[in-house]
């Protein structure tokens, strides 16, 4: 399966335009998938670092009060750690430690899947475009939004972490101090 939805996002022109589409078709079944770790298990195979990165993005758009709309960046990443909510409730009964866990993770994700695209290969371009970007050693362009401060870092970890300590109170479970960490 993940092989085939990798060759899905290239035998378009422009692999943007087809993870699009992949994702929001699988996006509702993903919403369904009962168990952390069976979500997990799919996030964390896909081969597609493009389509993974959409799922993403989408899964936090979902748990927004108010999504953004603007392109995928590293801004982008920051305004879904201000804004999201703890991920939607899915089917399985969790703590609500466990719920900011696996929001935690998913962010860590997104922001690796977000610098694998943009950074490496030029994911953003069609495969054949792609290979002649490689021989001339083009460096990929960072968008103007991927331009952020360590402050702006800093201040945002910090509301979020206060947000967590809201809810969980203190001190964090040993998992969500580890991803905290990692995040940041």
């Known amino acids: 399966l993940q092989r085939m939805l990798s060759m899905a996002v290239e035998v378009d022109r422009s692999p943007t335009c087809s993870s699009r589409k992949i994702a929001d078709d699988i996006f509702p079944f993903i919403l369904n998938i009962p168990l952390r770790s069976q979500r997990e298990a799919l996030l964390n195979t896909m081969e597609s670092q493009l389509l993974r990165c959409r799922l993403l993005e989408l899964l936090f758009q979902h ?52 610098h694998a695209f943009p950074l490496a290969e030029h994911l953003r371009t069609s495969a054949s475009e792609r290979l002649k970007l490689m021989a001339q050693k083009a460096k990929p362009r960072l968008q103007d939004s991927d331009d952020i401060s360590q402050l702006d870092i800093q201040l945002k970890m910090n509301d979020f972490i206060s947000r967590m300590q809201k809810t969980l109170g203190e001190p964090f479970p040993p998992q969500i101090q580890e991803k905290l960490f990692m995040l940041q």
């Not at 603007?70 to 703590?95: G, R, W």
């Not at 866990?101 to 899947?113: G, I, K, N, V």
């Open 63 to 114: 748990s927004c009060d108010v999504p953004t709309t603007s392109s995928m960046s590293l801004d982008k990443v920051l305004y879904f750690l201000s804004h999201s909510s703890v991920l939607p409730q899915f089917q399985d009964e969790t703590a609500t430690w466990q719920r900011w866990d696996e929001m935690l993770q998913y962010l860590s994700l997104l922001l690796l899947s977000y």
